[in-house]
């Protein structure tokens, strides 16, 4: 029997519902790998394990590699790394299986938080739904179950739910404070960029409550019970946590106006909603081999930030939705400012699609109404886009997996290891227990958490231009037994540039850990 169109949205939910069910038992038998910016986290962490402070990055000191080095961590937000400890501790499973419990449920927390705002705002059960099954395909929603992505999906769980709060106030009161005060600290605890979403939010929260009140001085009044629990809660925030180090925001290079600086966060909308950054390894901050050259990078942003003005005033034109319209050109208009002037200052933000993912994810009903209404061929051309952004989401949270369970190494932890072999891996493991007043040296950070007794040191990658930042890989001084654990590639020039890098050991030993990976062991002071 064929389900009659009141059902639809249920049948597709329901169908959610079931592969997010599916997905959430392979990752926990299959438990992702790290991004570098959480696995910064989870060194944290570890240094937590081994005595270090609270939120306490602690390192060789590279004056004196037999002392340390401690910095309290406020680059990145410590929610990263806390919930799925938090898991680990509760569910006595080890950290792989313990991001893989934080994926699932925020995954699911995420989806349920959006369905229920685009309906709070005016949309159709159905079209609601529909723009869940959209948002679901996206690349970004497959992301962390391939690569535990810490902030992106942590805020994700949140961002549906935040606005949802946004949008179901239509008065002021002690109930709108407590809302407003929390939600900064929880926004923040998961992901540091949330204070531009959250400045959004609240500019349409402020309008919401007041919308039918006349003078400047009412607005005032009202806008006094968003404003001063949003500055108490910002306040805490800089006090308790932001002034204790550096931030992405902390320091500008200076002004630099290109082509970009504007037209990357004015192309957002189209750039995540439909994955285009995915799928060209980044345009402008490439995290794989660059598909385009710099030229036609610039030049397809600035066709899509064309593409997506068309789309936003499309929408606002002919969804007759107040709520949403507010929602869609504030939060727009909000990360235009402030991405535009941080990408003009040279703050330390990346131009990558994820940090606008809330954008693509509002301009999703509206578009799907859009097309509910349009002709037959303007239908099945969206179809077809669709499928292509499903297929490959599906082929890359496929790989991801089968990467994962056949190709990654995995050590205690139970984190998939790509970055190394499991001979390799074996052979560290072995190296940690045997020893206490080692130091382990990387060129990736996620390897390191698998040394569980000794100190490590995190160096960054030389490139094929064997340029450096001598100051980055300079370490005085002798602490024991140093252990540098390198690919096979680096034999030659960049193996020599990293042992002179210790200038305090002497008497190295090479050995092959494997076919792929090669031991630098010293004990000798120099």
């Known amino acids: 029997m064929r389900p009659s169109k009141s059902n639809s949205h249920k049948i597709i939910l329901a169908v959610i519902g079931i592969a997010l069910l599916v997905m959430a038992i392979m990752l926990f038998l299959i438990p992702p790998a790290l991004f570098p910016d959480p696995a910064n986290g989870f060194q944290v962490l570890r240094n ?7 939120n306490n990055f602690v390192a060789p000191d590279q004056s004196d590699i037999s002392q340390d080095y401690t910095e309290y961590l406020t680059w990145w937000s410590p929610g990263q790394y806390l919930v799925p400890y938090f898991f680990k501790l509760i569910a006595a499973v080890n950290l792989g299986q313990a991001m893989a419990i934080t994926v699932a449920i925020c995954s699911a927390l995420g989806l349920c938080g959006f369905y229920l705002f685009f309906k709070k705002i005016g949309f159709t059960p159905l079209i609601s739904s529909l723009s869940i099954a959209f948002i679901f395909f996206q690349v970004a929603f497959f992301v962390p179950y391939a690569y535990y992505n810490g902030g992106e999906i942590l805020i994700f769980s949140f961002e549906g739910w935040f606005l949802y709060g946004c949008a179901s106030f239509d008065k002021p009161g002690i109930k ?46 009202k806008g006094l019970w968003v404003g001063i629990p949003a500055a108490l809660s910002l306040a805490t925030i800089y006090v308790f946590f932001l002034s204790k180090g550096q931030s992405p925001a902390s320091a500008s290079l200076g002004i630099k106006l290109t082509a970009e600086t504007f037209s990357f966060p004015l192309a957002s909308p189209i750039l995540s909603g439909f994955s285009i950054d995915d799928f060209a390894h980044g345009l402008i901050y490439h995290f794989g081999v660059a598909i385009f050259s710099t030229g036609w990078s610039v030049a397809i942003l600035i066709l899509l930030a064309v593409l997506s003005l068309w789309l936003i005033i499309t929408i606002m034109r002919r969804i007759n939705l107040t709520d949403y319209r507010l929602f869609l050109i504030l939060f727009y208009l909000v990360a235009l400012v402030f991405f535009g002037f941080a990408y003009l200052l040279q703050l330390n933000i990346s131009y990558e699609a994820r940090h606008f993912r809330i954008l693509g994810i509002l301009i999703v009903p509206g578009m799907i109404w859009l097309v509910s209404r349009s002709k037959v061929v303007y239908k099945i051309f969206f179809g077809l886009i669709f499928l292509g952004i499903a297929a490959y989401s599906v082929h890359y949270v496929y790989t991801g997996f089968y990467v994962n369970k056949t190709i990654c190494a995995h050590g205690e932890t139970g984190i998939a290891q790509p970055n190394i072999d499991q001979q390799s891996l074996n052979k560290v493991i072995q190296l940690d227990k045997e020893n206490k007043n080692a130091v382990f040296v990387f060129i990736s950070n996620d390897i390191g958490l698998e040394v569980l007794h000794n100190r490590i040191i995190t160096l960054p990658i030389i490139g094929n231009d064997l340029k450096i930042d001598v100051d980055d890989y300079d370490y005085d001084g002798f602490a024991g037994p140093l252990y540098i654990v390198l690919p096979e590639s680096y034999n030659g020039p ?3 540039m990293i042992m002179k890098s210790f200038k305090g050991y002497a008497g190295w030993n090479i050995s092959m850990l494997s076919d792929k990976y090669v031991l630098y062991e010293a004990r000798m002071k120099r």
């Open 48 to 54: 937590m394990h081994l005595g270090g402070g609270f």
């Open 176 to 221: 709108v404070a407590l809302f407003v005060l929390l939600a900064g600290w929880i926004g923040f605890f998961f992901k540091s960029s949330f204070i531009w979403m959250y400045v959004a939010g609240l500019l349409c929260l402020w309008i919401k409550i007041c919308v039918n009140r006349k003078g400047i001085l009412e607005w005032v009044k």
């Open 494 to 496: 960049k193996e020599k």
